[in-house]
């Protein structure tokens, strides 16, 4: 069926034909359509905010005779599965071409047959990761430390995360709760600029405990003549500071490091770990980065050759490694 057709006949009154316009007071329109498999695209689930609408979406796709259909602003997304189109295919194409193939693997079939844009295509790097689990605001405990977890990169932006740490006893677990990241752009994109902010916006909660941790390399990288960075850090956050505040390690090797994590996301160690909505550029590297051949992070790059992803999960690697060293054990 071509969903395309009800958008012309329900939703809008279109001629293509100028003399028939002007004479009838019509308007000539020129779609866009885009047609697409239901892989994993970060420009689509920003474009039509997928996550919205996830209850609704779940709730429709997985049936031989519904499909989801809405209406945003000037847009129409339409998510239908294989079903809708079972009468152009050959007799038995589904069943043994997408079904019996992926007999075990829920998420192939939740993917290719009914359209799901929440199914994981299984070349995730963070491939534990639950966005309705992991993503969500948690009140932490009063007077909490904080740990600022920090990347060096300056394109496309300089990074910090920042974390709140606890122990419950009734469960006998941690919990971490990433409650905000603080992420500049040129021409700010500079360790002076990102601790005179980080200051700016928490050093009320920094008075109850501050701790440092990140990557290794700035402790070699010279931001000026004299100083590195975490000379900087140093200098600009002293009177939050103190004898055991610096939490820098040397840099884990990065898949030991990403088994680490998706360990973490799991479970299978003793922390619970959430991160606020806020944290949208660390929720993109969860949802979107995908694992190489070598097992390491494929950054993709944007027009101008600049790694869209890879800097807030590398400082939340940089975290988890210097924080809970105790449970990561690499094979």
């Not at 031989?64 to 007799?91: A, C, Q, W």
């Not at 440092?212 to 700035?218: E, K, L």
């Not at 097992?295 to 600049?306: A, F, H, L, M, T």
Request: hydrophobic share 25%.
């Amino acid at each position: 069926r071509d969903w395309s057709s009800d958008v012309c006949s329900s939703d809008l009154d279109i001629i293509t034909d100028e003399g028939l316009a002007n004479e009838q007071g019509l308007f000539g329109f020129n779609p866009l359509n885009i047609h697409t498999s239901p892989g994993k695209c970060d420009w689509l689930y920003e474009w039509f905010d997928f996550y919205k609408f996830q209850e609704q979406i779940t709730s429709s796709i997985f049936s031989k005779t519904d499909y989801f259909r809405k209406r945003i602003g000037d847009k129409l997304m339409v998510i239908s599965s294989s079903y809708h189109n079972e009468e152009n295919l050959p007799k038995g194409y589904i069943e043994k071409k997408i079904v019996e193939p992926n007999a075990h693997n829920e998420n192939k079939v939740n993917m290719n047959l009914y359209g799901s844009p929440f199914a994981k295509d299984g070349s995730e790097y963070y491939n534990q990761f639950d966005r309705n689990k992991h993503v969500k605001d948690v009140d932490c405990p009063a007077n909490c430390a904080i740990t600022v977890s920090l990347d060096f990169n300056r394109i496309p932006y300089i990074t910090a995360g920042l974390y709140k740490t606890w122990y419950k006893e009734d469960v006998q677990r941690w919990h971490v709760h990433r409650f905000d990241e603080v992420c500049l752009p040129p021409p700010y994109n500079t360790t002076e600029h990102l601790c005179n902010r980080l200051s700016e916006l928490y050093g009320h909660e920094f008075e109850n405990g501050l701790f440092i941790t990140g990557d290794y390399s700035g402790k070699n990288r010279r931001t000026n003549s004299i100083e590195d960075d975490y000379m900087v850090v140093w200098r600009v956050l002293k009177k939050y500071l103190g004898n055991t505040s610096d939490r820098v390690i040397v840099n884990e090797p990065v898949v030991n490091r990403k088994e680490f994590m998706n360990k973490v996301f799991y479970g299978s160690v003793p922390i619970d770990y959430t991160m606020a909505p806020r944290c949208k550029n660390l929720i993109k590297d969860c949802e979107f980065i995908k694992e190489g051949p070598d097992g390491g992070k494929i950054k993709p790059k944007d027009g101008n050759g600049q790694e869209k992803y890879g800097h807030c999960s590398d400082e939340q690697e940089y975290y988890y490694t210097s924080t809970f060293k105790q449970y990561y054990k690499p094979k």
